[in-house]
Structures are given as C-alpha cells and as structure tokens.
C-alpha cells in the first residue's frame, strides 16, 4: 500500500517538540507530529484534591481541548457542558501521565497537565500524551531546582502513538485520513521498559485477526521507543536517567545502627546518617511508644533534609519489670547511650525477681517521605536475661540478652545478628514498602 505522503507502513510522520515554549507554565513544549500540533503545559498548586488530604501524596490532572481553528471548520469553544470527546481523552491523559509519577515524592501538590490542539491531522491524543510526559517533567525538575523537591517523584517515562489497518495493511502513526477511513484504530501507551500503559483498540470497520493485532502491537511497540528517544533528546540535562537511586537517611548517627540497616539494605538506595545528610539538630523524642518515637525521629528528619527518612526506637522490654526499660532504654540509668550504667540498673532491678527473666528487644521501624507519607512497622525478638555479661560484639544489652540458640547477641557474628534481630524482623516487614520507592529496573 502506498501512503499519501510517501511513508513506509512502519514509519513515523515527521516529528518535533520544542521545549519550553510557553515561558510562564512551569513547564511546556510544543509537540509537531505531522500536521498535527498541540501545546501542553504543566500547572504546579500547592495543595491536593480533598480526597488526598493529609496523605502525603500528590495528584495529576489533566485537560485536553481542541482550539476553534484546530480543524478546516471553526470548533466550538467548551462552554458548561464540555466537549464529550475532549472529556474522555483529557481522562486518558491523566491515567496515562499518572503512571510516570510516584506521587508520595510529589508531596501534597498538584500537577495539572494542559494540551490544547492547535491544528488537528490525527493522533491529537498520542501527540498529548508524548508532550504532556515532557511537560511534566520539565515542571519536576523547575521543583527541583527551585529546591522544593530533592528527589523527582518520576518513576515512568511514557510516550503514545497510533497504529491501525488501513485498506487491509496495518500502518504506523495514522494521519487524519488514514484514521477516518481505517477499518482498526489503535492507540498505544507504553513506558520505556516496552510495558503497555493503555491499549485502546476498535475494528470499528472490520473484525481484525490475532496476526493483525501482532502486527500492529510490533509497530505499537517500536513507535514509542522512537518517540522515547525524542523525548530523551528534549530532555537531555534536565530530570533524567530514571535509573539513579533513591536516598534513605537513617534518622540517628549512632554508627552501629546505621551500619546495621545499610548491610540490611543493601545496595538498592544511596544510605545516610543524619549528619552525613546535614542534620544536626537535637530529636525530643517523647512519645510514649516506640512507634510513636520512630515516627518522630523520621518526620523531622524528612522534613528537614528533603529525603525520605527511616526513623526506628528500640529497645529492651522486661516482663517481670513491666516491659521496662522501654523506651527509656538508650537512657535507663540517666545518661543517654551509658551501656555500662544501663546494664548494671537493669540486672540490680531484676535481682528481687525470680529467673528466668523473660524479654524481647523491640524496635518500631517508621518511613517517612518528604511530602508526609508514612509507615510504621514492628519487630521484636524474644529471648532471656542473663546475669554475667558475655561476649564482646553488639552494643548496648546485647551482652545480656541470651537468643534461644545459647548465645548473647553480644557473642553473635554480625550476620547472624542482623538475619534474627529484632530490628533486621522490622526491616523485613518494611522491605516491601522499601521496594515501592525503588525505581522500576
């Protein structure tokens, strides 16, 4: 089949973005596919849709409209009732856009995504998708830059672009005519690891075969990646890779602990103490719980650094002492971080109570993001108190604490310490959540 302007079947029209081309929209371009032309800016409000209020996380939104001149006949502006089509793509736009965003790194604000079509020769949704992905990120990284976000919540790229039959042979990138007399009509969203996003697909004209949708699925699939890289090359120095880690600051600067979680960690996030993150102020911790510390340790860290933050309060908790020392355990005998004195109250205090001295170490492990999103778990290891100090590893009660395998977590390798403790029971309930901050390989 020869088509009208010259073009092989699996061959894109001729495209062209022009970033930033409306200088007051916190980002912009101007996307040409073809004939087709549409403007899509980005909109920043500092506040949430009252659904998401008091969440953490962030919306996006969007709007598509055809301008009056955009087509050979004047189009009625949306008036009170609003275009039906226009209202069906600007939802299209947002689900779509909303797959390129981890909308707990947002915060509690809102994107809106704008796209107005300037003239229209088909495919005015993918051109809106494709540009309205560049307009987001051109607004995430005017965020960054003004310092308001330290880490982009952008997780996806995304890109979109049309296929259908025409006259029996599947054709890439359909112009108006070839769409208004096609016999399928397929629209594509696709991130940049080839995932589908969307599929929308009708044999308005005829039934297609599984052969046919194969067909147009393989040039679905290589449009975007086309079209990806033109995003990349209009982004180039702005908010990609995708694949840079995400920062976690351990919300304290005791070295044994954040040594701890980082080997628990791994290498899946860049790892910070409080100081090595620039935070020096002093943390009240005063709840009354250990959840209630943990998160307080985390928020102010979030807050302060801009990173999300993984705050956690343990401690020793005694039953014949009434789940003492609890959470004054780090300050049992009046100094804070005294192991010596610490241990020598609690085997004074546990003298008048008859053996064996059942306990549990405890720790309440809190995540943090910026934007106020939140998650506290809680581990704890049972085991019993024990008299004579043993062994020289650990900190704080481990030469005290006897695991059921015989020996002190004080006597323990520090493998085996990290795969049983109560804080290493904590980090594997929070993993999961951990993983949700991942960007996507």
């Not at 054709?171 to 399928?184: F, H, K, R």
């Not at 009509?185 to 044999?203: A, H, K, W």
């Not at 393989?218 to 995003?231: A, F, H, V, W, Y």
Request: hydrophobic share 35%; proline share 3%.
């Amino acid at each position: 089949m020869e088509r009208q302007d010259g073009r092989r079947n699996d061959e894109l029209r001729t495209h062209e973005i022009i970033v930033d081309f409306v200088p007051t929209a916190a980002g912009s371009c101007l996307i040409r596919t073809g004939n087709t032309r549409v403007i899509c800016t980005a909109s920043v409000e500092e506040s949430v849709p009252p659904f998401l209020k008091g969440k953490g996380e962030g919306w996006l939104t969007a709007e598509y409209a055809m301008l009056p001149a955009s087509t050979g006949r004047r189009k009625a502006r949306d008036g009170i009732k609003k275009d039906g089509r226009g209202v069906e793509i600007s939802r299209l736009i947002g689900r779509a856009l909303r797959q390129a965003l981890d909308r707990r790194y947002l915060g509690e604000r809102t994107l809106t995504i704008d796209c107005d079509v300037l003239t229209a020769d088909g495919g005015t949704r993918t051109a809106a998708i494709t540009g309205g992905f560049i307009a987001l990120s051109l607004a995430v990284d005017k965020l960054l830059r003004e310092g308001k976000l330290k880490e982009s919540p952008i997780i996806h790229q995304i890109a979109a672009v049309s296929a259908g039959i025409v006259d029996g042979t599947p054709c890439l990138d359909l112009c108006y005519t070839e769409d208004s007399t096609a016999g399928t009509d397929m629209n594509f969203i696709v991130n940049e690891n080839g995932d589908f996003v969307e599929l929308q697909g009708t044999g308005e004209g005829c039934a297609f075969s599984l052969e046919q949708l194969n067909e147009l699925l393989s040039l679905g699939l290589s449009g975007c990646r086309q079209l990806i890289e033109l995003q990349n090359a209009a982004l180039e120095g702005r908010v990609l890779p995708l694949e840079t880690k995400r920062t976690i600051v351990i919300a304290s600067n005791n070295a044994h602990k954040v040594s701890e979680i980082r080997t628990m960690l791994g290498d899946r996030f860049h790892v910070m103490s409080m100081s090595e993150a620039g935070f020096h102020d002093e943390i009240e911790e005063n709840g009354k719980t250990f959840e209630e510390n943990a998160l307080i340790k985390a928020r102010q860290v979030a807050k302060a650094t801009g990173y999300a933050a993984l705050g956690d309060d343990s401690g020793l908790s005694v039953a014949a002492l009434n789940g003492a020392p609890g959470v004054y355990s780090a300050r049992y005998a009046g100094e804070h971080g005294n192991d010596a004195a610490n241990n020598a109250l609690l085997i004074r205090n546990l003298q008048e109570h008859p053996k064996p001295w059942n306990a549990e170490f405890v720790c309440a492990m809190a995540l943090c993001l910026p934007g106020g999103y939140s998650r506290v778990v809680r581990g704890s290891c049972p085991g019993t108190i024990v008299e004579d100090a043993r062994g020289n590893g650990g900190f704080g009660y481990d030469p005290h604490f006897l695991y059921e395998t015989g020996e002190t977590f004080a006597q323990m390798a520090q493998e085996e310490k990290n795969r049983i403790s109560h804080r290493a029971r904590a980090m594997s309930m929070m993993m999961e959540e951990l993983g949700k901050l991942c960007r996507p390989s």
